[in-house]
């Protein structure tokens, strides 16, 4: 059987004249994985949310049958939630790679903030989008026990990341020593987290970057103290 597509599969029969086609077989793709599945169902949910996201535009963003697709899952709802755990998990690993102390040392503790600003801001024109996908990835943890495994293991990842790139920063000398790490780190995390919980209840009066920028000024103070 030869492949000339994703989705389409030749079938031959081999004799001494050469080959003879049988038939052209269309099969889901081989490479259909649940993963799969709740990466087109996080590109829906980013565009419209749950309530526009409908099992049709799934399957043939997919190329394949709803019917199939719940092989995979008991329901809409289990993929909705799922995918917004996947979002979540995709996020904090990107994060977990460019929390990585840079080749050049930083300095100063303009050059920390400014990496921690660049790692941890939303995409410009998905800002409501992903602060919701986040807080909807949170909440999904709550009902599922292997989500919640699998967010706690990135979780503490995702913390262990982010004191070592404070300790580096420590160790060259862009933010005091007087510094817990540890603490830092629970700080950073939970600005964010306290920035998607506001948005929930009225809407932050507050950007992130007045948030980092007076945690700077403070730094400043104490290297200068």
């Given at each position: ?9 030749l079938s031959y029969s081999e004799s001494k004249t050469g080959r003879k ?205």
């Open positions: 059987m030869e492949s000339i597509s994703n989705n389409v599969y086609l049988l038939m052209a077989t269309y099969s889901p793709r081989t490479t259909f994985t649940k993963d799969l599945v709740l990466e087109h169902a996080a590109r829906l949910l980013i565009d419209g949310g749950p309530p526009t996201f409908r099992m049709r535009d799934l399957a043939d963003s997919l190329g394949v049958t709803i019917p199939y697709i719940y092989k995979h899952f008991k329901s809409r709802e289990e993929i909705i939630s799922e995918a917004y755990v996947f979002l979540m998990a995709e996020q904090m690993e990107r994060e977990i790679e460019q929390f990585r102390p840079p080749a050049k040392p930083l300095k100063t503790p303009k050059e920390f903030f400014d990496l921690i600003r660049t790692v941890t801001a939303d995409p410009k024109g998905q800002f409501e989008q992903t602060r919701r996908l986040r807080l909807q990835g949170l909440a999904a943890t709550l009902y599922d026990q292997e989500s919640a495994e699998k967010i706690s293991i990135l979780t503490q990842r995702h913390h262990r990341a982010l004191v070592d790139l404070i300790n580096s920063a420590i160790e060259s000398g862009a933010i005091s020593g007087l510094l817990d790490p540890e603490v830092l780190a629970f700080i950073i995390i939970s600005v964010r987290i306290g920035f998607v919980l506001s948005d929930v209840k009225a809407g932050s009066r507050v950007t992130d970057d007045q948030v980092w920028e007076l945690y700077e000024a403070a730094f400043l103070l104490l290297q200068d103290n």
